[in-house]
């Protein structure tokens, strides 16, 4: 039985997308007999909290290790004048109305120049010396560290030094000096040069390269100057295990209803649809008994400006953020999904967990994203339903008359089998066996 080290910020109960994956493949590695020890923080700054997902932690080749992590958001937090209990969100996703705050400016600031790669960084040296001793005394076969936050291959970068023999494998679940929201932190040349320095260095230094998308993938061989086959891409999927729990309640005809979960940040508001329904209200072809927008998930307060500014507050639904299974139960019971790829300078790489979960549920994908890009290829392959440009207004509205007609097209199951979490994880158990 092999032993698998996973460093990873991110782990159960701590709620969110990015926790997915990595439980995941835990669940899944320790059903085929690997043996996985999760390294995470004891006290992380944690979003959301969602018990829901202790579910999948596996109960017999599993161990977890924890220590605790000191992190700046307290001083940020008193800063920025919010309660020491206010969660910090992800993406810059601020639920309230925006502030010209110049502590928040002076906030970011000092985040993107000082604390190189994130907020985390504090954590690596201190994980490092444990880690060590516990390598030490608990030999393992495999190391694995999965960002962001990029700290965690930082603390994987130096534990391979000091036992070089061990092969570690980086798992990009976003890019690095690529993401986003990185022109958000107002970087100084001197830290855009770190960040990528520190980026290129992992990627280097790795034994295996994994990431999400294959644009991504190629994003980063690009970063060593010689021809690789250390680079694999292993995209997100689903768990047919999620979608065994409950049966979805049955619904009358209409409205149709429309449902996105997640996050909404500003760079995925989705305006093309807000003026395509306003317009379709106008031109008295849509109302509120036909159709309705289901949002479930945090939301930035700029999202809901959008939607009082057309004028179709009545279009739409407002849900909190729901645990996993709760969401999946809402997603299930709808009749059409709406997938949304941020408007973003790397938006055609941009393959989010989501879109796997929309395919296991079988309902038609409505999605708003780049028809070149990586998910409208999987969305075209498996005939999941329409991408719509984000710029394409007329596109849209016909799409919107076709959906409450019911004549988008949906996937069916032997479409989709390869992106199950088991088959992937039979992906990476190839990756693992090929450089340990």
Known sequence: MKKILIITYYWPPTGGSGVQRWLKFVKYLARKNYHCIVYTPENPETPVIDYSLL???????????????????????????????????????????KSNSIFESISQWIRGNFFIPDAKMLWIQPSVQFLSQYLHNNPVDGLI??????????????????FPYLKWIADFRDPWTNI????????????????????????????????????????????????????????????????QLSTPVKKSSFPIILTYAGLLPPNRNPEILWKAIAELQQEKKLSPDVLKIQLIGKMDASVFETIEKYGITDFVEKIHYLPHSEALKKQMEADALLLIINKAPNSKGILTGKLFE????????????????????????????????????SEMKTTLLQLIQKKIPHPSADKIQNYSREQLTNQLIKIIETIT
């Not at 605790?68 to 309230?96: C, D, H, M, Q, R």
């Not at 560290?145 to 000091?162: E, N, V």
């Not at 790795?206 to 292993?234: G, M, N, Q, R, W």
């Open 358 to 393: 929309y395919l296991a549920i079988q309902k038609p994908i409505l999605a708003i994203a780049p028809p070149d890009g990586d998910a409208a290829k999987i969305i075209q392959q498996t005939q999941a339903g329409q991408v719509i440009a984000p710029n394409h207004l």
């Open 180 to 243: 986003d929201f990185l022109q958000e932190l107002k970087l100084s040349k001197w830290a855009q040069k770190k960040h990528q320095h520190l980026e290129k260095k992992v990627v280097s230094s790795a034994d295996a390269i994994i990431s999400v998308s294959p644009t991504l993938t190629h994003e980063l061989s690009t970063l060593v100057p010689y021809t690789s086959k250390k680079f694999y891409t292993i995209t997100n999927g689903f768990d047919w295990d999620d979608f």
């Open 55 to 97: 579910k999948d932690l596996p109960d017999k080749n599993f161990e977890i290790i924890k220590t605790k992590i000191i992190e700046p958001y307290s001083a940020y937090k008193l800063l920025t004048g919010k309660s020491l209990n206010e969660k910090i969100t992800v993406s810059f996703l601020n639920e309230k109305k």
């Open 145 to 162: 560290s999965t960002g962001p936050p990029h700290s965690m291959h930082l603390i994987a970068l130096k534990i391979k030094k000091r």
